[in-house]
C-alpha cells in the first residue's frame, strides 16, 4: 500500500475503528459514506443494506455531490435484484469477490452481466464492493467516479475490501446493540403498563377513582418536565422521571390492603374508617420494601399524603423533609381527587376552582415551587385528564 | 510493513476484527493475548485492564509458555503504579506514546525509571504497549521475549499499537454492551420482584394462602426444566420459561377482584360464593388483557383451572386444548393447594398424600406428560416449598 498517501489510509482507518462505538445503523452508514466519499476523492458513494424486518435489501443513504439522491427507505431492493445474485450465487465458491468493477462488467457477455450493468448506471457507480457476514451478503457499496476521472488502484480497492469488512462487523454490532436496547425498552414499557393494569385492578374496586392512577402518572410527569425546564431539580435527583412514572403508578397500591367496606362505603368515612384509610401509604410502602431499587418510588408512595406545612400523614413530615417525588405526586394526587367525586369528600370542583385552592394551599398543603410548576404547566393547558 | 509475513498481519487483523463481536471483556483479552503470543512467537504476553468498580487496573490475564501466571483478578494495581503513572502524565502532551522498552528504560536514570524497570522484571516483559481512549488509559499490554531472542521490530512495535487501539474500541463496546445486558437483567427482575410483590399483597387479604404465589412459580419451574430435560416442550412453544415465570407469578392476580367476605370466608363456600370464586381466572387475564405482550401469560392465568378431561373452568377445555402453560401451572397450584390447608378445602395433606393424588389425576384433572413430570421432579427431591 505504499502508492496511498499515509493520511488518507489512516484516516479511513480511523473512521472505520471509530464505527465500532456508533450504535445506530443509519448514523453509521452515514459517517462511512461521507468519509469514503471526501477521503477517496469520488463523486458520491451509496450503499444498499440488508433489513431483517423486510428480509431484503434497502438503499440506504447516498452521500456526495451527484449520484442518485435516495429518500432513505425509499428504495427496497428484492433479493433477486442481479448485483445481490451475482454476490450472493459466487461467495459459497470461497471468497476473493472482493469488488466488481464497471471496466470488468462492460466487457463481460450475457444477460446477467446486461442486467449488473443496468444497476450501475442506475447507482450511476464505477465500483461495487461487497460486504460479507460469513456467507450472507450484508450490504453492497458503490462507489462512483473519482474526481480526477482515474481508475481505482488496485491498492485503492483492496483497502475498500479491508474497510468494508470492518463495516460488516460494525454493522452487526449495531444490530446486536438495537436488539438489546430494543428489548429492554420493551421491558421497561411491559413493567409499566402491568403496573398501570394492578393499579387500575385496584381502583376497579373503588368505582370513584377510575382512570385516577393514569391521570396522576401524567400530571406529575407534567409537573416534573415543568420544574426541569426552569432547573428546579436538584442535581442529586438521579432518574427522577423514572422512578416519579413507577411512583405515580403505584402510590395508591396500599389500597389493596383497606377492607372494602371501607374503600366502598357510600358517604363519609367515620372517625375510625379514616384512620384505617389513612394507612394506604405505609401500606404501599411495605409492600414494595424488599425491592432495594424502589427505595425511591417508595418514598413517593410513603409520603405523598405528608404536607409543606406539616399537617398531613403518616409522619407530619415538614418541608424539604417531604421527599421531592412525593411532593410532586401529593399536588397531582389533590388536583385530580378535587376534580373527580369521591364518597368521602366533597363533591368534584371545576378544574378552575381545584386550580385556585391549589394556589390558596401554596406553604400549607405544597411546596409553593412544586405548587407553582403546578399551576404553570395548567395555564399552558399541559394539565389534561 | 513490508518486511512483516502476510499471513501474520491479516491474522492478528482478522483477530482485531472478529474482537467486536465479542461481548466479554475476560474472553476478549484472552483471545487477543492468545493471538499475539502465536502470531508475534514470543513466550509470554499478559495485560493489566482498568476497572471501572474499583478505579484501579487489574492484571487480567496471562498466556504463554513462561511469565507470570496471574489468578484472574488476584492483583490489583493502583493508579499509582509506575508505569500506569508514566502513560497517564505524559499522555496529555500528545499521543506518540505507542510503546516503552525494557532496553530504552535500562538506559534511562532517574528513580521513576528505576520502578519501571522493576515492573518490567515483575512482568518478566521487554515491552510494554499501552491503550488508550481518549485521554485514559484502558490497559497495559506487556510483551514477553521473543522466542529467537531478537529485539521487536519497528513494524512490529508499529502494528502492535495499531493492534492496541483496536482492542481499546473492542473493549469500549463490550463494557458498553455489558451495562446494557447489566440494565436488562436489572429491569426483568424488578418486574418479577414487583410481580411477586404485588401477588403477596393480594394473598395478604387471604390468610391461608401465604407464599402460595412464589411455590406456584419454583414447582411450575421445576416442570418446565424437568419437561426440557425429556424433550417434551413442543418448539413453537418459545420463551416457555419466561412466559411462565410471569404467568406463575400472577395466576391468581384476578383474586382482587373477589369480594372479601368470599376470599375470607371461615369454612366452606356455598355454591353461589364457589361460582364468584370462580370468576378469578377471567378477572385475571381481563387486567392484563391490554398488554399484547403477555397473550401467553395470559393464557396460563385464564385457564389454570381447566382438567384434561373436560371437567375444569372456565371454558370446559380438553386434553391439547388446554396451553400447555396452564396445564404446568394446574398441576403446580393444585399441589401446593393440597399441602396447605384452605378454609373452603379439606384439612391440608402430606406431600406424600399430594403426590399419590396427583399420580390418581393423570388423565382426568392433569395431562399425563405433565403429572408425570411433576411427579418425577418430586421422586428427584425438586419440589420444595
Chains 1, 2 share one sequence.
Not at 127 to 136: E, L, S, T, V, Y
Request: hydrophobic fraction near 40%; proline fraction near 4%.
Amino acid at each position: 500500500m505504499e502508492n496511498m498517501p499515509l493520511d488518507y489510509k489512516k484516516e479511513l482507518e480511523k473512521a472505520a475503528k471509530q464505527m465500532i462505538l456508533i450504535h445506530r445503523v443509519d448514523t453509521l452508514v452515514k459517517i462511512i459514506l461521507r468519509t469514503i466519499v471526501r477521503m477517496l476523492k469520488i463523486e458520491h458513494a451509496s450503499l444498499i443494506l440488508y433489513d431483517k424486518i423486510q428480509d431484503a435489501y434497502v438503499a440506504n443513504a447516498s452521500r456526495g455531490k451527484s449520484g442518485l439522491k435516495i429518500p432513505k427507505g425509499f428504495s427496497k431492493i428484492s433479493k433477486d435484484n442481479p448485483i445481490i445474485r451475482y454476490f450472493t450465487d459466487r461467495r459459497p465458491q470461497g471468497p476473493g469477490l472482493d469488488y466488481l468493477l464497471f471496466d470488468q462488467i462492460e466487457c463481460s457477455t450475457g444477460p446477467l452481466y446486461e442486467e449488473i450493468k443496468n444497476q450501475f448506471l442506475l447507482y450511476n457507480a464505477k465500483a461495487c464492493i461487497p460486504g460479507f457476514f460469513r456467507n450472507k451478503l450484508i450490504f453492497a457499496l458503490f462507489l462512483g467516479e473519482k474526481l480526477n476521472r482515474e481508475d481505482f488502484t488496485p491498492e485503492e480497492l483492496g483497502f475498500m475490501s479491508v474497510l468494508s469488512s470492518d463495516t460488516v462487523m460494525a454493522v452487526q454490532n449495531a444490530w446486536l446493540f438495537q436488539d438489546l436496547n430494543e428489548q429492554l425498552q420493551k421491558n421497561t414499557r411491559l413493567f409499566l403498563q402491568t403496573a398501570l393494569a394492578l393499579s387500575s385492578a385496584i381502583e376497579a374496586k373503588d368505582p370513584y377513582t377510575q382512570g385516577h392512577t393514569e391521570r396522576v402518572a401524567n400530571y406529575s410527569l407534567v409537573v416534573a418536565n415543568e420544574l426541569k425546564v426552569i432547573g428546579r431539580i436538584p442535581k442529586n435527583e438521579k432518574n427522577l422521571l423514572e422512578n416519579l412514572r413507577i411512583s405515580s403508578l403505584l402510590h395508591d397500591i396500599g389500597k389493596i390492603g383497606i377492607p372494602e367496606r371501607i374503600l366502598n362505603k357510600n358517604g363519609l368515612l367515620n372517625q375510625e374508617e379514616l384512620k384505617e384509610m389513612k394507612k394506604h401509604p405505609l401500606i404501599g410502602a411495605n409492600i414494595l420494601s424488599m425491592i432495594d431499587e424502589f427505595h425511591v418510588p417508595i418514598l413517593g408512595i410513603k409520603y405523598h399524603h405528608e404536607h409543606h406545612d406539616g399537617s398531613g400523614y403518616p409522619e407530619g413530615l415538614k418541608g424539604e423533609k417531604i421527599p421531592l417525588i412525593a411532593q410532586i405526586i401529593a399536588v397531582a394526587d389533590t388536583f385530580d381527587a378535587m376534580t373527580t367525586s369521591r364518597p368521602y369528600r366533597h363533591a368534584s370542583l371545576s378544574k378552575e376552582e381545584a386550580a385556585r385552592l391549589i394556589e390558596s394551599e401554596k406553604n400549607k398543603q405544597f411546596n409553593p415551587i412544586i405548587a407553582d410548576a403546578f399551576l404553570n404547566a395548567y395555564k399552558k393547558g399541559k394539565i389534561q385528564g
